[in-house]
């Protein structure tokens, strides 16, 4: 998922008022881009270019790791081997889950959270890399692994000088062998300097020429693909493409005008029914400021959550397991919705190319369902010099099987945890809210416990009659009862391997469980963490995750939510500002808080409501009523709180 990396976000936050260079100007080493700096600051200097490593074709791996040959045997150069799995890339841009470097390095620095598939890097007894250095090496990956140019935010960490930043272009992405699956790019993008914008606009394809027999769907004017892979330009923060399902034709005006984005014929007009009309460019109609599309075009060309995306960089999606496919028209017309910015200052181009990898027919067993959580999304109020936790709880049904986990949030969110069970607070003012099991530093947040446990219990084997996860007397003699007249009406959950016959043994387990009640372990129990909000985990499970059985209630389908978001504690420079704020995007939520309600200078941190409430003395004039509460919004200066994932249903 292409998002910039937190200094551009902040820079952006702040009016673009910041340069990508450390400690204001003060540097132990020049470089002319972030690749030369990982050169030199991390490949020399820990020992990778020895003879006895990565110094040329024939070393370690086959890996050429000297200056000369670096870029090009690590940037999509793929390995064939055995241990590591079919064709893997060295470095995938964009997606340091996939890329064998960042496995090897993150094992060796991060050994609790990653596993390398053959051996942690480096070798020969050298210590790990820092992490300061492993961060490095994540944001060059993520921001579209560059051979040129600057990766905003890599300087500071290794306290180096790097010139300001350029807008980057990433390698592109190398299309599917025909009759393997297909490429679909949109048009491209040009996105002024200093600018942030939330644009959607749309272009025509058609595939079916390129689509054999085998992978379409029953009715033969779909296929079905197993395998999503994408790529973009680093100035995106999201980017969705989806298929149009309203009946607006392709010549309506209401598009507005179409002119070829990319190419030799870039600007020009164009018509998109002709494939061929731009040549290596794409006919697409100009970009429109909008939120999600949502009014955009006719009116109903809105993209809602990406769901039924074709492509979504806030999910993973497709890829991991096998059995699993997706299905979309082999023709028609795409909705694009990109929100990007340029923190630089000259003009950027913005590509998107998706590769879709046709589903055999042994492939075509179980279709992707995508969801988005975003109940408690609404509920983000983080005051200023101050930091929240929300929490909440997303029941799934008997028949899900999940096989991806992720989540979506801006800069303020330092942390979103998932867990399996329904964590709640057991008694005090706040009794059965959801909330988080893990005490770990809230910043100051307020305890949604309000000082009362938070607990989930773990399902009991038998006795539970109305599955509220807690065994009790007039449940139990339930379970008697059954087990006298066989009647399991009485209580179906008193029947735990739901034979027919409710045994002594069930009887037993179940007062074990009145008497006992058991409690899951918050560790055991996290499912996800993430802390880079622009860089988002994407955990899978194999085999998939199932639920509760059959017979479960709600409660032994929840997952349980959480997010920590802060408001200048960590790092004043994330305060949120009304003089700094960018403007809302096309009227909808976000934006400069109508009426500051903290300093940000004289009285720093003191209530207010006009700049003479923040003066150090009455009548001084050094105060300044600037600070803002963090809400929901869509601008990269507001927040969200959302849970993704993807599932099937069996």
Known sequence: MHHICRIAILCAAASFACVAQARGGECGESFESTFELIQVAIFERNGCTSVTCHSSADA???????????????????????????????????????????????????????????????????????????????????????????????????????????????????????????????????????????????????ITDQVPEQFRGPGGDTFRYRRIEARQDPLSHHAVVVNYTGTT??????????????????????????????????????????????????????????????????????????????????????VWNSHAFNITDEPGKLDIWVNLDFAPPEEQVHELVRFTVIDRMFSLDVPPFGAQQLCGHHVVSPSTRIVELSSHNHHRGVRFQTFEGAFRCRGGANDGAACSPIDE??????????????????????????????VRVEELVSAVGVALSGDRTRCRRADADDDGVVTIAELITAVRALLEPELRDPVESTLYTNIFYADPAVVKFDPPMRLGGPNSANEERTLTYCGLFENGVVDAASLKRRSLAPPAIGGFPGGPCDTPVACVAGRIGAACSVDADCDSEVGEGDGFCDACPVQFGTTTDDEMFILLGASYEE
Not at 189 to 197: G, H, V
Not at 250 to 278: I, M, Q, R
Not at 444 to 450: E, L, N, S, V
């Open 60 to 206: 370690v791996g086959g890996l050429d790791l000297t200056a000369a040959g670096a870029y090009a045997e690590l940037v999509d150069a793929r390995v064939e081997s055995v241990a590591v799995g079919p064709s893997v890339r060295r470095v995938v841009p964009g997606k340091k889950e996939n890329s064998l470097l960042w496995l090897n390095l993150a094992a060796a620095s991060l050994p609790s959270s990653w596993q390398a598939p053959l051996r942690p890097m480096p070798l020969g007894g050298l210590p790990p890399l820092t992490l300061a250095e492993l961060d490095v090496v994540r944001l060059w990956i993520e921001g579209g692994a560059p051979e040129n140019g600057v990766v905003a935010g890599t300087a500071d960490l290794l306290d180096a000088c790097l010139p300001p930043p350029r807008p980057l272009e990433t390698k592109p992405l190398d299309p599917p062998l025909p009759g393997t699956g297909v490429q679909i790019k949109a048009p491209m993008q040009i996105l002024p300097a200093r600018t942030e914008n939330e644009a959607c606009f749309i272009s025509y394809y058609d």
């Open 249 to 334: 034709p392709l010549d309506s005006p209401l598009w507005g005008a179409f002119t070829c984005g990319g190419g030799d014929d870039h600007g020009e007009p164009c018509d998109p029914s002709d494939l061929g009309a731009c040549g290596e460019g794409v006919c697409g109609s100009a970009p429109e400021e909008s939120v999600g599309c949502f009014g955009f075009g006719p009116g109903d060309a809105g993209i809602g959550f990406g769901n039924e995306s074709l492509f979504n960089t806030m999910a993973a999606g497709l890829g991991s397991l096998t059995g699993i496919y997706a299905e979309a028209p082999l023709k028609g017309i795409l």
């Open 441 to 470: 530093d809230r910043l100051g947040a307020p305890d949604i416990c309000a000082g009362a446990a938070c607990t989930a219990f773990v399902p009991p084997a038998a006795g539970d009659c109305n599955g509220d996860l807690v």
